[in-house]
C-alpha cells in the first residue's frame, strides 16, 4: 500500500482508511478474519467515532484484533466526537469524556488522531483548546483534526486552539464533488457555481490539511451507492471502460479518481467486504490520466464551462 503524510505532521499513514462504522454488521469470528485481512493488505489506519454503534463498533474492532502493545505500535487510530442525541457538543467535559470512552473500548492509551465529528454552533474555541491542551499533555492524543467543517469554521478554532489541524473529513465522491465544481464555475450562473463550503478543497491545500473523503461511492446523503447502478448509465460506462484498461473493478477506478487529485486525499472506505477492500487498496497502484478524470468527471453530470 502506497503511504502519504497526514497533514503536517510527521505520521506517514496508508492512502487508504478503513471506516469502522459498520464492523458491527460482522459476526465476531467474520470481524477478525476482515481486520487481520487489512493488516496484510497495508491498511492499518483504523477510522471510528464514539457514536458508531452507539460506541459498540469500538469495542467489536478492539476484540477483533485483540488489541495489545504489540499490535497497537503497528496500527492507526483515529476517532472522532462531538456527536450526541440531538445536538452537537464541543464542550471541554464532553470531548475529555468521548476521548475516555473510546480509549476503553478500544483498549489502548492513546489516539493517533481525534477528529471532532460535526460542527457544533456553540463551541468555544477557548474550551477545545483547554480540552486538546489536556489530551496533548497526557498523552492521549497525539494529533488533532476536524470532519465536515468549511475554512471560517477551522480559523475558529484555530483563534485558541495551538494544535495543528492534520485533518478534515468531508463527504467527496464522483457524484458528489461540489467542493470541485464550483472551483470550474467561478462566477458563473449555474447550480455548479455555487459556494456550498468556503472553498475547503482550496483551504485545505494552502494548509497542508488531509482531506479524508467519506461515502466515496455514495450519491446523495446515504442514497445508495453510484456503481453499478441503473440512474448513472454514462457513469458507469466510462468507469468501467477505464476499469477494463488497467485490468481492475469498477470499485479500484472509484478510488483511484480521489487518489489522482493533487490535493493528497485518504479516502475514508466504510466496506466490510474483504474483496471490496483489496480492490480499494489496488487503487492506490493506479495513476488516472488527466484525459480519464475528466472522462470520468463529466460522465457523472458534471459539465465543464
Not at 61 to 77: P, V
Not at 98 to 115: E, F, N, P
Not at 234 to 256: C, G, P
Not at 280 to 293: G, P, V
Request: hydrophobic residues 40%.
Amino acid at each position: 500500500m502506497r503511504t502519504m503524510k497526514l497533514g503536517k505532521s510527521t505520521l506517514e499513514v496508508p492512502v487508504v482508511s478503513v471506516g469502522c462504522m459498520r464492523i458491527n454488521s460482522l459476526e465476531k469470528a467474520e470481524a477478525e478474519h476482515f481486520v487481520h485481512s487489512a493488516l496484510e493488505l497495508g491498511a492499518n489506519f483504523f477510522d471510528h467515532a464514539d457514536i458508531y454503534g452507539g460506541g459498540t463498533c469500538e469495542e467489536i474492532f478492539s476484540e477483533a484484533i485483540h488489541m495489545n502493545d504489540d499490535i497497537r505500535e503497528k496500527i492507526f487510530l483515529q476517532s472522532k466526537c462531538g456527536i450526541r442525541e440531538g445536538m452537537f457538543d464541543f464542550s471541554k467535559e464532553h470531548i475529555l469524556e468521548s476521548v475516555d470512552g473510546s480509549l476503553k473500548r478500544l483498549k489502548t492509551d492513546y489516539l493517533d488522531i481525534l477528529l471532532l465529528h460535526r460542527p457544533d454552533t456553540l463551541v468555544d474555541p477557548e474550551e477545545v483548546a483547554e480540552a486538546f491542551d489536556i489530551l496533548e499533555r497526557s498523552g492521549k492524543v497525539r494529533h488533532f483534526g476536524v470532519s465536515n467543517q468549511n475554512p471560517m469554521q477551522i480559523e475558529l478554532l484555530k483563534k485558541s486552539v495551538k494544535q495543528t489541524i492534520v485533518a478534515n473529513q468531508l463527504q467527496l465522491s464522483i457524484t458528489n464533488a461540489n467542493m470541485i465544481s464550483n472551483g470550474f464555475n467561478v462566477n458563473m450562473e449555474n447550480d455548479a457555481a455555487v459556494n456550498r463550503d468556503g472553498s475547503i478543497l482550496d483551504y485545505c491545500r494552502l494548509n497542508d490539511i488531509t482531506i479524508q473523503p467519506w461515502s466515496p461511492f455514495q450519491y446523495g446523503f446515504f442514497e445508495g451507492v453510484f456503481l453499478d447502478n441503473d440512474k448513472f448509465p454514462e457513469l458507469n460506462q466510462k468507469v468501467n471502460e477505464v476499469a477494463n484498461k488497467y485490468e481492475v473493478s469498477n470499485t479500484t477506478i472509484a478510488i483511484a479518481w480521489l487518489l489522482r487529485h493533487p490535493a493528497n486525499m485518504q479516502p475514508v472506505i466504510g466496506t466490510m467486504n474483504e474483496v471490496r477492500l483489496k480492490d480499494c487498496c489496488k487503487a492506490s497502484e493506479i495513476s488516472l490520466t488527466r484525459e480519464e478524470w475528466y472522462g470520468i468527471y463529466r460522465a457523472a453530470g458534471n459539465v465543464l464551462p
